[in-house]
């Protein structure tokens, strides 16, 4: 072989290696967030936030993120697409940890994946505050007066939540089991629906996230929210406890998740770019509006607090499945 044509080899063979180092390089491309749930509520809203800022962490190569809304199932249809993905970061969920796992305990040994097995919690931006909601026409002022009035009435109470295997399905069905009122669950594909309905007062009574009241206080009032402090963008709303009722204060981190098997380096580069816009003040200012709170949750504290999750609402759910 020719020197030149050595040089030209050796010239083909650095050009091509480059360019696998630049297609290597993450994001290559624009990220797709999966959302399980429609547009207008708290998972949705939270990661539109998020995907309107992602693009100026410097984690991102600029490159921005869209949200894909695929709900059914309790956001497992979402969930189920993200695994027909590759493992390469470019297709992430977004979800709050309690209504993740309160969908895989719903299905028991059916379940479609197991969330420690098949996801990676890539951390979190914000969280998720279950709240007990009436139309505003309901009598009722506090949690107590309404169970005063549901048990007097002898009536089945009708409510609705965001899906029927989420973390507010599940607290709903604690909260009237608990206190012995007769119930029937109405499921909605998100909890913008589910506020529809009792907007329309399809529904006597709703369990959904805090942050759907906002906009809607003329036709809805919050009672009482789940958690075992108040939710910091709600401070006047007392808890559950507070009223009376001990043993339900759920709170769902909201994370981004990726499918098992991305690299070490795309999950750095995604946790670095939640840590950034969870400290964006735009982002502050967007999750604010929306009664939503904004602060970053590492991965490994998240996957921590996924994993207390799973033993808490473990025997709830199993519980709830049984009374059916």
Known sequence: MTFAKKLATGVAATAMLVSTAVLAEYPAKPVKIMVGFSAGGGTDTTARGFASYIHEAPSMNGLPAYIVNL??????????????????????????????????????????????????????ASQLVTSLQVHASNPAGSMEEFIANAKASGKEVTWGTSGAATMHATIGHIFFDTHGIPHKKVPFKGGSKARA?????????????????????????????????????????????????????????????????????????????????????????????????????????ATAAQDTMFSVMGPVVKEIIANQ
């Open 197 to 301: 309905a009792l907007v329309s007062q399809s529904v006597e009574a709703v369990f959904g996230g805090v942050n759907t009241v906002v906009g809607f206080e003329d036709d809805i009032r919050a009672l009482a929210s789940a958690g075992a402090e108040r939710d910091p963008m709600a401070p006047d709303l007392q808890t559950f406890k507070e009223q009376g009722t001990d043993g339900i204060d759920f709170t769902g981190l909201m994370c981004l998740f990726g499918k098992t098997g991305v690299s070490d380096e795309v999950k750095a580069d995604v946790a670095a770019a939640i840590a950034h816009v969870a400290e964006l003040d735009g982002y502050k200012r967007f999750m604010a509006g929306n009664d939503l709170a904004s602060f970053y949750t590492d991965s490994a504290t």
């Open 71 to 124: 709900p059914g199932a309790s956001g497992q249809k979402a969930a189920k697409a993200v695994l027909d993905e590759d493992a390469d970061g470019h297709t992430l969920y977004m979800i709050n940890i309690g209504t993740f796992i309160a969908g895989e305990l719903a299905k028991g040994d059916e379940r479609p994946y197991h969330i420690p097995e098949d996801f990676v919690n890539l951390g979190c």
